[in-house]
T-cell receptor
Framework: GESVGLHLPTLSVQEGDNSIINCAYS??????FIWYKQESGKGPQFIID?????DKRQGQRVTVLLNKTVKHLSLQIAATQPGDSAVYFC?????????FGAGTTVTVRA | GAGVSQSPSNKVTEKGKDVELRCDPI?????LYWYRQSLGQGLEFLIY????????KSGLPSDRFSAERTGGSVSTLTIQRTQQEDSAVYLC?????????????FGPGTRLTVL
């Protein structure tokens, strides 16, 4: 079946650098996308969302880009900090369901 | 304000035993979800409750799994005759959205270990 997936399972980034986490989705009917952050031992925490009628949305230090032509979603984190170390999931929303990818583990090097 | 809470935080059980996992959603949220997260994996949808409507049970992996939601609030996920492959983190989420796209608020999860 159709699902959301991430390009890379791990990402190591130097503190202060920008991070880019990628996600490919396959369901063109998806109308809403969310990025979640999950720290060890905790549940996923909402970071930012974007609707399918948008191609970019900015939050505090984070930007989500949506390219519907190639079914690609990315999360950019500016000036990555040690507290950004976590697993990041993209999820696509069809109706009331969220379909999650496997996640990218981001490790911030001091 | 209070977020989604789950109990217990950890549960160790022996193969063949039944377990009950509890979820207290955010007050006023009409939608409640259960997910399963195996080690290093994404979240697998299990079941969805919306108000008084019949739940969407399409994600339950076997008939050993069941869930109920009493009074439109607290939910219990029951796993009967547990197997080792049931070991995972079980996450509950609630949402104020009534059937449309929207943010889901997650609890901390219950880590289930079946020996």
């Amino acid at each position: 079946g159709e699902s959301v997936g991430l390009h890379l399972p791990t990402l190591s980034v130097q503190e202060g650098d920008n991070s880019i986490i990628n996600c490919a989705y396959s369901n063109s009917a998806s109308d809403y996308f969310i990025w979640y952050k999950q720290e060890s031992g905790k549940g996923p925490q909402f970071i930012i969302d974007i609707r399918s009628n948008m191609d970019k949305r900015q939050g505090q230090r984070v930007t989500v880009l949506l390219n519907k032509t190639v079914k690609h979603l990315s999360l950019q984190i500016a000036a990555t900090q040690p507290g950004d170390s976590a697993v990041y999931f993209c999820a696509e929303n069809i109706g009331y369901k969220l379909s999650f990818g496997a996640g990218t583990t981001v490790t911030v090097r001091a | 304000g209070a977020g989604v809470s789950q109990s217990p935080s950890n549960k160790v059980t022996e193969k063949g035993k039944d377990v009950e996992l509890r979820c207290d959603p955010i007050s006023g949220h009409t939608a409640l979800y259960w997910y399963r997260q195996s080690l290093g994996q994404g979240l697998e949808f299990l079941i969805y409750f919306q108000g008084n409507s019949a739940p969407d049970k399409s994600g339950l992996p076997s008939d050993r799994f069941s869930a109920e939601r009493t009074g439109g609030s607290v939910s219990t996920l029951t796993i009967q005759r547990t197997q080792q492959e049931d070991s995972a983190v079980y996450l509950c989420a609630s949402s104020p959205s009534a059937g449309g796209p929207g943010e889901q608020f997650f609890g901390p999860g219950t880590r289930l270990t079946v020996l």
